[in-house]
């Protein structure tokens, strides 16, 4: 592993690391990295950063590298961490707060989790509802697989489980307003 | 008994034989659910992934609506990340959050009404009374794991659950059919959610495990609270079996339609036929009374 000056470092990103644990509340400092959120992650196997190693990096001002991994995408949001922490570390919420700046600074390092939350929200502003037709079709064309999720189709039409024609609300202004309203909110932050 | 009612979209797609086993129980007890007029989407785990104030303002509209049309009225979610992201707003909305909320979703918000899950209205005295005295085909010698997942038990400063490592609501509602309850090690571990479409090799182990303890436990089926959870149990265990040359056979129940068939429901009618794993013959051949295979 390449030598890190980490003092200097750490002065560079402090205040953005503060503001960023600060924007959820959480003392990074609080965590003695007894590992506990790695092993009851369900994920932890596929990701390159264990839970409790994101939240060191961070200690250590090491942003970037957080903002490049993998594992907040990988994350599930499961809460397992979070609940069990015996520091009541939020490292769910942390997990999620990297991967929010990550995608703002445009890194994503998971294309393809990028496009699901892309597309899932598209016919949420369209419909103010979530269209399962409308998010496959986007995802399989931008995501290169075009065929996933393709034989279920048959049970599910049987079953009426697929929606052809989206549902929608009825003020669907309100819905559209209140997304822009909390992008540029986002932005401002 | 009423609630104002917040079906999320699920209900009214992959979840349509929770919806159509819900309705069935819900008569039977004399519970009303009277749906919030022109709800959105909650915005799952999209909404807050992109940003706090999406992932609080989404649901955070729908609590405005339901308290403009029904106020005070408990707000039921039967599903657990709508559940979740509900609980969240409500507790954005009651805190120092409630201003830039109201902003956000163009309309007054108080967070007055309580957010409840299936499981905690019907688990109400009376609810559970009703649940009693409506089941008409016990279902004795069946065997079941009840799944909760994560987001109706976690985080517990969200959610208020008190075991949330080992939830009883559910199990306690099961036990009302004459079903027995395995006790298992991964009631709460999480089934991948979304992540299913975007890391579906990442998530697969995940399913593969929650049946393999269910199994070896000695369930004959998974009961869930949870359309998402349903859809990646039941629709995906076929992929499972077949990526791990298993042969898994847990039908997956909505605890509603667990709830309907002892209540005398139709197969058709609650929703059971219509399954991805076939669901049907292991609660066919126990009430004709059949040996369980
Ligand atoms: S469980 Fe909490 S204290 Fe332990 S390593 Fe993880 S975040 Fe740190
Ligand atoms: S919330 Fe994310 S990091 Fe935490 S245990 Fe779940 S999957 Fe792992």
Redesign the interface.
């Known amino acids: 592993m390449a030598e890190k000056n980490l003092s200097s470092l750490s002065a560079a990103n402090a205040v953005r690391i503060e503001a960023l644990a600060d924007s959820i509340g959480a003392k990074l400092h609080e965590c003695y990295q007894c590992g506990k959120c790695t092993a009851g992650c369900p994920m932890a196997g596929s990701m390159d950063l264990m839970p409790r190693q994101v939240i060191r990096h961070l200690q250590l001002g090491l942003l970037d590298e957080a903002l490049h991994s993998r594992a907040p995408w990988i994350c599930a949001t499961c809460y397992t961490c979070s609940a069990r922490c015996p520091h009541d570390v939020p490292i769910s919420e942390l997990m999620e707060a990297v991967r929010q700046q990550a995608e703002r600074a445009g890194i994503r390092p998971i294309r393809r989790s990028h496009l699901f939350t892309k597309y899932f929200l598209l016919p949420l502003k369209w419909f103010g509802k979530n269209h399962e037709l409308t998010l496959t079709m986007f995802y399989n064309l931008a995501s290169g697989r075009v065929l996933q999720h393709f034989s279920y189709l048959p049970a599910m039409l049987k079953g009426s489980k697929l929606k052809i024609f989206p549902a929608r609300v009825k003020n669907r202004e309100a819905v559209r307003r209140l997304m822009e309203n909390c992008e540029r909110e986002a932005e401002r932050i | 008994m009423k609630y104002s009612y917040f079906p999320g ?1 699920g209900m ?3 979840g ?2 929770y919806a159509k086993s819900l309705a069935f129980v819900n008569r039977a007890i004399g519970v009303e659910f009277i749906e919030i007029d ?4 909650c ?12 992932g609080m ?2 649901p955070a ?1 729908n609590l405005a609506l339901s308290e403009q049309q029904r106020p005070g009225m408990p707000i039921v979610v039967p599903c657990a990340s709508c559940y979740s992201r509900m609980k969240y707003a409500l507790q954005a909305a009651q805190g120092s959050e409630n201003e ?1 909320l109201s ?4 309309m007054p918000v108080s967070g007055a009404a309580e957010i409840v899950s299936i499981m905690e209205a019907y688990s109400d005295p009376v609810a559970a009374e009703a649940i009693k005295a409506a089941i008409k085909k016990p279902l004795d010698g069946l065997k079941v794991a009840c799944y909760y997942g ?2 109706y ?4 400063k969200v959610t208020g659950m008190e075991n ?1 490592e080992d939830p009883q609501a559910m199990d306690e509602l099961v036990r009302l059919t004459g079903a027995a309850c395995v006790d298992w090690a991964f009631k709460t ?2 089934c ?4 299913h ?4 090799a ?2 697969k ?2 399913l593969y495990k929650i049946y393999k303890n269910a199994r070896a436990n000695g369930a004959q089926a998974i009961i869930t609270a949870c359309p998402m959870c349903m859809m990646n149990l039941d ?1 995906r265990q076929g992929a499972v079996n077949m990526a791990y040359g298993e042969d898994f056979d847990l039908p997956v129940y909505f605890l509603t339609e667990l709830l309907a068939v002892a209540m005398g429901a139709g197969f058709g009618e609650c929703g059971v036929a ?3 794993h076939p669901a049907k013959k292991l609660l066919q051949n126990l009430i004709n009374n059949k040996e369980v295979v």
């Open positions: 979209c009214e797609a992959t349509i034989e022109d709800w959105n989407c915005g799952a785990t999209a909404g807050h992934s992109t940003s706090h104030e999406l303002a989404l509209r830039k902003r956000l979703i163009g994560c987001l038990t976690r985080p517990p949330c571990e999480c991948g959610a979304g992540h479409v975007d890391l579906p990442e998530s182990p995940l629709m219509t399954h991805f």
